[in-house]
């Protein structure tokens, strides 16, 4: 079975930074891409960064130039470099691991950051 866990929430003042960590517990690059998405109370949960397992990156508008998805593939872990965060990225943060073969999303169970003065 495949477990993501996500780390490294918290709060932090707008203009701060953290860094998201999604450990997995198998191998990464088995999965077609790995994703992090983000909800906020009362909203939809939107995607926030994708990167394949030949390693391109896409990101949603409202986070590129600030965000950075990246992935350590021995440590079987992937990243989200968040800088000069704004109150509006307050959310839940998820992993997600997509298996195009077995046809199946894998999901952690989120991570909260609260930006806040």
Known sequence: QVQLVESGGGSVQPGGS???????????????????YRQAPGKQRDLVATITRG????YADSVKGRFTISRDNAANTVYLQMNSL????????????RSDYYDMDYWGRGTLVTVSS
């Open 86 to 97: 704004k109150p509006e990225d307050t959310a839940v943060y998820y992993c997600k691991a």
């Open 18 to 36: 953290l860094r998201l960590s999604c450990a997995a517990s198998g191998s990464i690059f088995s999965f077609n891409y790995m994703a992090w």
């Open 55 to 58: 390693g391109s990156t896409n």
